[in-house]
DNA sequence: TATATACGGTACTGAGCAGTTTCGGAACTT
DNA sequence: AAGTTCCGAAACTGCTCAGTACCGTATATA
């Protein structure tokens, strides 16, 4: 998005983008396991085997970089059309625990911890976050809750603007301050002790 | 708690404890401001008016100088025997708001926010954050809850442990993620939206 | 083949900062 | 008063790191 592109590139050697993924992925890597003041873009150029000069052709400074890591990380969220339907809100939302979400959640999490100090500091970096990581969960959330409204399921009462946010928010929570893990016993208790109590239905509603 | 102490000052001038207050709230002031990472020692030190030298006198090291802050904030939290007492769940739950609360409640969270990319490097530091920050308003809303259970007004089966948690977490996604403003408003559309609806009563309720 | 650009690698520059030292003065003990 | 320790201020040391410059090599155009 935010890369360098300064006019006219005819003769010579041709930059390589197939490798821009290698190292944005390579930073996203570096940014959850020490965050971003502890991330050297050597570490970045080193883990994505490239040189750091190569690092800087393509983006004018580390903070456009970790921009562009982050909102890269939008890809491959959930699409909004193959969600689980399994007639009940309890189902639905029991269907999106699955191993693979979990350790996906978990890494993006720690993308995030490494991003909050940031996040003050450079606005538009707050809203990528956001973007990329607990929207896609709560928009989920949303349509699931509003198809049990639409079926009669649960009241039209129901706040799911809140209540969409809830795993999102308490997930991060857990992640971020109390670290410890989000495995399905936490989610599955959050949607028994949570969600559908507010939503007015028992946990025994499959 | 870790101060340097170490043996027999007998003779010349004392060290003056009462400023250790000053420079630890000094610390949490540019703590709240930069983050850890952006914290230097001469910052608090200008902060306290005093001088550089003297908080290497009094802690070891800079993360030994914000581990003596964050555990300090734990003072000045919520007393658990004068709670409010208004008869009704939603009553004190909505009592707990005053505007006092609200800006410590964002000071602490921006204190939050400027340790987090610590807590995984210090897990002590985590504790003593959770401790200070999280775990007192957590406490209240359990105390609270489990009054209702006594009192017959809501259900034993209530899931006191993860309601319990539902404000704070809200509340520190929302001031660390989505830089949006915990302000009476939200609280109150979090009590009457998640809150009430799952242990069973309807916002009207007092 | 000649030219131009990207590549990985390494060395360099300049700034910022944790932690130390030094100093003149102030405060306490005897 | 003499001796001791603390104080704030400022200079200093050593290290890390963002960003730049340069190298020899690889790959493209003409």
Excluded at 16 to 39: C, F, K, N, P, Q
Excluded at 75 to 90: M, N, Q, W
Excluded at 116 to 125: A, G, K, V
Excluded at 138 to 155: K, P, T, Y
Aim: charged fraction near 30%.
């Amino acid at each position: 998005m935010t890369q360098i592109d300064l006019s006219t590139p005819k003769l010579g050697r041709k930059r390589d983008h197939s490798r821009d993924a290698d190292i944005l992925d390579a930073a996203l890597e570096v940014l959850a396991e020490t965050g971003y003041d502890g991330m050297t873009i050597d570490m970045v150029a080193a883990r994505a085997k490239a040189g750091k000069a190569t690092l800087y052709r393509r983006w004018p400074s580390k903070a456009e970089l970790v921009i562009d890591a982050v909102a890269c990380m939008k890809k491959g969220a959930y699409s909004l059309e193959d969600l689980p339907d399994t007639g009940t809100l309890r189902g639905d939302l029991v269907a999106l625990i699955k191993p693979h979400s979990i350790v996906d959640a978990e890494k993006k999490m720690k993308v995030m911890a490494g991003l909050i100090s940031m996040l003050s500091r450079q606005p538009d970096l707050a809203d990528a976050a956001n973007a990329a990581i607990i929207e896609p969960r709560a928009s989920v959330n949303r349509v699931l809750m509003q198809r049990a409204i639409d079926r009669g399921e649960i009241s039209p009462e129901s706040d799911i603007e809140a209540l969409a946010l809830i795993s999102p928010s308490m997930a991060s929570y857990r992640t971020l301050i109390l670290k410890k893990p989000v495995d399905r016993e936490f989610l599955i208790s959050l949607i028994d002790g949570v969600i559908m109590p507010a939503v007015g239905l028992r946990a025994r509603a499959s």
